[in-house]
C-alpha cells in the first residue's frame, strides 16, 4: 500500500519561507507523476507544481519564481521549497502520486501566512 506523508507546514509571515516534504513509502518503485496541491477554504484544490514523467517541473503561474520542487530519489522524497509567501498562499498543501494507474493522496499539511 502506497503511503504520503507531508510535513513542513506551519505558521509563517507574509515573505517568509518553508519546505514542505512528502516522503513515499510502500513500494520500492518510482511514483510518477508526483505533485503538490493546496486547498483554501472555500475554495477548489489546485495544482501547484508537479514532476512529470520526463522529469521536467511545471508550476502553477501564481507560484513561478517564488516557489521550487525537487525530488529526492534515494529518499523517495519530494519537497517544495516556498519563499516569499503571500497571505494568499494560506492553504492546506497536499503532495499526490501515481503509482500503476492510482492516485495516492498524502494527508495534507496546513501553510497559513500572516501579515
Known amino acids: 500500500q502506497v503511503q504520503l506523508v507531508e510535513s513542513g507546514g506551519g505558521l509563517v509571515q507574509v515573505g517568509g519561507s518553508l519546505r514542505l516534504s512528502c516522503a513515499a513509502s510502500g513500494t520500492s518503485a518510482s511514483i510518477n507523476p508526483m505533485g503538490w496541491y493546496r486547498q483554501a477554504p472555500g475554495k477548489q484544490r489546485e495544482l501547484v507544481a508537479v514532476?512529470?514523467?520526463?522529469?521536467?517541473?511545471n508550476y502553477a503561474d501564481s507560484v513561478k519564481g517564488r516557489f521550487t520542487m525537487s525530488r529526492d530519489e534515494v529518499k523517495k522524497t519530494v519537497y517544495l521549497q516556498m519563499n516569499s509567501l503571500k497571505t494568499e498562499d494560506t492553504a492546506v498543501y497536499y503532495c499526490k502520486g501515481r503509482y500503476r494507474f492510482f492516485d495516492y493522496w498524502g494527508q495534507g499539511t496546513q501553510v497559513t501566512v500572516s501579515s
Open positions: 514532476i512529470t514523467i520526463s522529469g521536467s517541473i
